[in-house]
């Protein structure tokens, strides 16, 4: 029956602000409203994130989601971040020195946040085997740990 997450929506305090931050990340304005703006993760028909302006005095309930990429991208991601003006974030009490792996998973993921504070990442999914290792660790310490266990 599921087939993909089709849309999510956030609040935002400024939407011009926004626009061009989500624009910053390459998804395409699909439709701009007084009070909110389509965008196209992929392709037009594809994936969708929705921005809502929150009324003046109402406060913007932070929400949380990730951007699936290819870990060759995510590898570069921090750069890539940067160059944007976008700074990538800690998180788990790790800061953003590389990536960050969930080896239940297993992915790796850098995270950053929009204009109103949500929290983004970009996640790429490992090669190999899940892990049930509690919390969480660098790319580099997966690394090790799986050319250490075959």
């Known amino acids: 029956m599921i087939q993909n997450l089709y849309e999510t ?6 939407l011009e602000r926004s626009i061009a931050f989500y624009e910053k990340l390459g ?8 009070k909110g703006a389509f965008f196209w993760i992929t392709e037009p028909g594809g ?19 990730g951007f699936q990429v290819e870990l060759e ?12 003006g976008i700074a990538p974030v800690a998180q788990f009490g790790r800061e953003p020195a590389e990536p960050i792996v ?3 998973m297993p992915a790796a993921a850098v995270y950053f946040e929009d204009p109103d ?3 983004l990442k970009l996640l790429a999914m490992l090669p190999g085997e899940p892990r049930r290792i509690p919390g969480v660790m660098y ?7 799986e050319q250490s266990e075959p």
């Open 27 to 34: 998804l395409a304005l699909g439709q701009k409203h007084v």
């Open 139 to 145: 790319y580099s310490q997966w690394l090790e740990l």
């Open 117 to 119: 504070g949500n929290s």
């Open 102 to 104: 969930h080896p239940w």
């Open 47 to 65: 994936q969708m994130l929705a921005l809502w302006l929150q009324g003046e005095g109402q406060a913007v309930h932070k929400r949380s989601f």
């Open 73 to 84: 991208r995510l590898l570069a991601a921090h750069e890539w971040l940067n160059e944007r």
């Open 9 to 14: 929506h956030l609040e935002i305090s400024d």
